[in-house]
């Protein structure tokens, strides 16, 4: 998924957007509604297998999260709430389309257990970073490209699932594009450990002598 309407990190220069405490925004609307979106997405790839339709939701998911970004800037409306939700509503549609998939058996239970293993596994490196009174470290273009590929392949995979010709070159398409992502998703998730341990062993805790000033990154330090 996109940024959305996730506030840009703080930089110099005055076409910055302000990120305000605004609740009732456009973006954070299109978040809404993606967020609506996710149980009925389940319903249908589960429930009467509609795939069609599932796969619609999905493609307007992803439509709606690159627009709030676009709106948030456009109108300059990026909030808290949408920094929040955003990711959120990402995460959801991410973990319920792998769990998903595996019921189906669209997918092996192995990979959605490692996509998700991995942010599981580094949503826990966090706290070395708030200790020592650092931001979460910023994201690795390795990492934006295997979420690229991924959210290119989940839709794909799904497509090909249906009895049109276009599904043999969908499906052969959507399992590369997911073979790719899966590994660059490991990979990088490899290399956020990594940072993660070098900041654990090279930087004080906050409150301990020589610390690293509030805010300042941590070097070597990327994103899940």
């Not at 910055?16 to 809404?32: A, C, K, Q």
């Not at 429930?47 to 970004?69: E, K, N, Q």
């Not at 654990?200 to 941590?218: D, F, I, M």
């Amino acid at each position: 998924m996109g940024s959305g309407n996730r506030p840009p990190e703080v930089a110099d220069g005055p076409s910055e957007p302000i990120v305000t405490d605004r609740v009732l925004t456009v973006p954070n609307l299109l978040s809404v509604v993606r967020l609506i979106g996710v149980p009925i997405f389940v319903y249908l790839l589960l429930g009467p297998h509609a795939d069609g339709w599932a796969l619609a939701i999905l493609m307007l998911s992803g439509f709606t999260d690159w627009a709030d970004g676009k709106l948030a800037r456009l109108l300059n409306q990026t909030s808290k709430l949408g920094g929040l939700l955003d990711p959120l509503v990402d995460r959801l549609y991410v973990v319920s389309t792998l769990i998903a998939f595996a019921i189906r058996g669209i997918i092996p239970w192995w990979v959605a257990v490692i996509l998700i293993g991995r942010d599981l596994v580094l949503a826990l490196t966090l706290p070395i970073y708030r200790r020592r009174g650092l931001p979460p470290p910023t994201v690795l273009y390795l990492g934006k490209a295997a979420t690229f590929a991924l959210m290119f392949a989940l839709p794909l995979v799904l497509a090909a699932q249906g009895d049109w010709a276009f599904a043999p070159y969908g499906r052969a398409w959507g399992y590369a594009l997911l073979a790719w992502g899966t590994g660059l998703y490991v990979w990088t998730g490899l290399l956020y450990l990594l940072a993660a341990r070098n900041v654990a062993r090279t930087v004080p805790l906050a409150g301990s002598a020589g610390k690293h000033p509030p805010g300042e990154r941590a070097p070597g330090a990327g994103s899940p």
